[in-house]
């Protein structure tokens, strides 16, 4: 005969050992943290990278105004050849000492400037009227400061014995002063501007150029200060010729809202809105960077209209609770990542929870 006591004692045993593991179940759900299989986190996508915004052009600065640069050239060709400066001493030869390959943005009476993407790098290029142009010559001089260090002239126009241009070049800036006779052009290129950098060039045409001829042929007048950009055709901008620019690495273009939420639960993607506007005078193409914690998780292209406005978007899941860091361009925010469960609102709870599972569990067994 079986002991009932003994038999009854097992059979509750094993109820209550079935209740606690349903308990224990119900606790892990209510405190733990869930984990899903193949979840893309922000971890995962973050990499290193910049993470202010990108323009594959540069930008001319003068006062408050900025003009994005498109620059020339497919990279086939060195900005020497390309530029085609020529002197008795030259092959292909000539008198003119002027540079035949820069042509189409050589203008009568203007001084111009653009940059050029060529197998040596990107170069920026100084041209000073126009060959077998209807003008009288003239001079002017410019002061470049902040040059890249790893960088060089790469053509000097004038280059010869007993030129009348004068070049003076210290470790990042030069001094440059031209003198050019009438039917001829003249300018310099730069080359070295891959990297980040920012550049100001001071400039002195006619009259306050250091150096000044008043023989006819000389005395002609730079009338306009252009800047070249190539917009899928060649757009011509007019600078004030009295005042310096900086000519720079980045965009006009500028993040003028970022929209994300203060909290947000783990696991969960996120929205992120960003509002990114184009402060300058012609068109840009930007690349933007949404970084969280230091890092980029995704990144938008757009091309924007002078002062066109546009909101993009992306979004991202972190794998775990937190406070965590966004940002787009120079706006920030951060994000508080809760739980995401049950448990990460009974804060503290944890321990009651799985008492009071307890104790039903007693409480049955014995009522039984």
């Known amino acids: 005969m ?13 109820r209550l050992l079935t209740v ?10 209510v405190t733990g943290s869930s984990i899903v299989a193949g979840q893309v986190t922000d971890q995962e996508l973050a990499s290193e990278g910049p993470t202010s915004l990108e323009s594959a052009g540069v930008t001319v600065e003068q006062g408050d105004r900025c003009i994005p640069v498109a620059a020339f050239g497919n990279g086939t060709e060195s900005v020497s050849d390309y530029y085609d400066y020529r002197t008795p001493n ?24 653009f940059f050029y993407d060529g197998t040596d790098g990107r170069s920026l290029v100084v041209l000073h009227d126009r060959l077998d142009g209807d003008t009288d010559g003239g ?32 470790e990042t800036s030069s001094r440059i002063s031209w003198v050019w006779t009438e039917g001829r052009s003249d300018g310099a290129a730069f080359t070295g501007f891959d990297e ?61 809202g970022l929209d994300v939420a203060d909290t947000a639960d783990a696991e969960e993607p996120i929205a992120l809105g960003a509002t990114v506007t184009n402060d300058g005078e012609g068109p840009e193409t930007v690349t933007v960077p949404f970084v969280v914690d230091g890092g980029v998780v995704d990144e938008r292209t757009v091309t924007l209209a002078a002062g066109e406005t ?16 966004v940002s787009v361009g ?35 067994v014995r009522r039984r």
């Not at 546009?310 to 860091?325: A, C, I, K, W, Y």
């Not at 804060?347 to 569990?361: M, N, Q, S």
């Open 139 to 170: 001079s002017a001089t410019m002061q470049f400061d902040g040059l890249p260090i790893d960088g060089e002239w790469t053509v000097e126009d004038d280059d010869y014995e007993g030129r009348d241009d004068v070049f003076t070049h210290r």
């Open 310 to 325: 546009r909101t993009l978007s992306t979004s991202v899941t972190f794998d775990e609770p937190g406070t965590r860091t």
């Open 20 to 29: 606690l593991a349903l308990v224990a179940v119900t606790v892990g759900l």
């Open 196 to 256: 980040s950098f920012a550049v100001t060039v001071t400039p002195a045409f006619n009259e306050a150029a250091d150096v000044r001829y008043t023989d006819d042929g000389y005395d002609g007048q730079i009338t306009d200060w252009q800047v070249v950009s190539n917009d899928g055709t060649t757009t011509r901008t007019s600078l004030a010729m009295e005042e310096p620019i900086t000519v720079r690495s980045g965009a006009c273009s500028r993040v003028t």
């Open 90 to 113: 030259t092959t292909p030869s000539s008198y003119t000492y002027s540079s035949y390959g820069t042509t189409e943005f050589q203008a009568d009476d203007t001084s111009s400037l």
């Open 330 to 364: 120079d706006r920030g925010a951060t994000i508080d990542v809760a739980d995401g469960t049950l448990g990460s609102f009974l804060p503290g709870f944890g321990v009651v929870i799985v008492l009071a599972g307890i104790g039903v569990a007693v409480i049955a």
């Open 2 to 14: 079986t002991d009932r006591k003994t038999d009854g004692f097992g059979a509750d045993t094993s």
